[in-house]
């Protein structure tokens, strides 16, 4: 594994994490979920990726996460990076969605208990609330460190001007915002428009999300949809209009690239995402120890050519 410094901070994230957005929770084989994250932990990957709503159902990837800590983990918590969010909608009525300070405390509060340890090491505001003051999120975010219910603080998917505020209004109360969470990949690239100037006048780390947009930019789809994947599963947000003949065309195109380059195309995606420096880390989901070691393999070869790059780009219409 290699391992990248965040922003401006002493603490370094391993440039693959593991997001347990699917495939972790109650509708997983337990057995399965274990080996995975102990394997990803195994090979260096000490950063692992969670929300209050992550599952499915909601709350049981958390669940999950804490029983593997106690089956023996745990005693390497001191090694470990957990992250956790809340933000989207995590249970009935007014106050288990948004950014007040009421839904941030409890929410927070559920979430340690579930995965069963006294601090996370990363909280995030999971998105921009704009019913809730700016300052109402911030004040909860700056408490959950002073409180020591998370070692730092981080945002997700917030308006650039909006997350700058933001970082602003947390320095002023000596709590440094560590890092910026959005999607990233070769396909949707709107972090690249005004994130890095964000990045750099607050000293933030970035960790891209859905670094193989959900499976597309891998090779998982360019044979028939498989019946296990992520599009027939329930509740997933990639749907099977997703693989359009188009897409499949570009996709076929891609995975030549990947291969001349010798790497699978879920490896190349996660070179390409590498190969900016400013990304601290890609936080990838898999179903699979097989797609994890696939994956762990891109770390040593993020360099392109011009002309990878630009065939990359002719093919995604860029
Ligand atoms: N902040 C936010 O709002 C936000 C939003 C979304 C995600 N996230 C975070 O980002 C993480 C990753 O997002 P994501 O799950 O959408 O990620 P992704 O990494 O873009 O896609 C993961 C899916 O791609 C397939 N895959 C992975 N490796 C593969 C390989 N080597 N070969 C073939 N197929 C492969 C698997 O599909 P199958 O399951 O079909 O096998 C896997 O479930 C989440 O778990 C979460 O932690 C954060």
Redo the contacts with the bound molecule.
Sequence with gaps: MKYRFCGKSGLQLPVI????????GESAEFDTVERIVRTAFDKGVTHF???NN?GPPPGSAETNFGKILKNGLGVHRDEIIISS?A??KMWDGPYGDGGSRKYMMASINQSLKRVGVEYFDIF?S??YCPETPLEETVQALVDIVKQGKALYVGL??YPVEKAAEACRMMEEQHVHCLIY???Y?MVCRKPEEKHIELLNRCQLGFI?????????????YLNGI?Q????H?EGA??HESDITEDWLIRARMLNKIAANRGQ????M?LSWILAKKYVTS???????T??????LAAIDYDVFSEEDLRQIDALLGL
Excluded at 208 to 220: D, E, I
Excluded at 228 to 231: H, L, Q, T, Y
Excluded at 264 to 267: D, K, N, R
Excluded at 282 to 288: C, F, N, P, Q, R
């Design positions: 994490s593991l997001g347990l957005w699917h495939n972790f990726d969670l929300a992550y969010k933000g989207h995030y999971h998105r997700s998917k969470q959005d999607r990949n891209a999300f859905s670094p193989l947009a959900q499976g597309l930019l891998t090779n998982r498989p296990d994947s992520r599009v599963r947000f990639l699978s195309l879920a490896q995606s890609v936080i990838a989901g898999v179903s699979s097989a797609q994890l070691d696939d994956n």
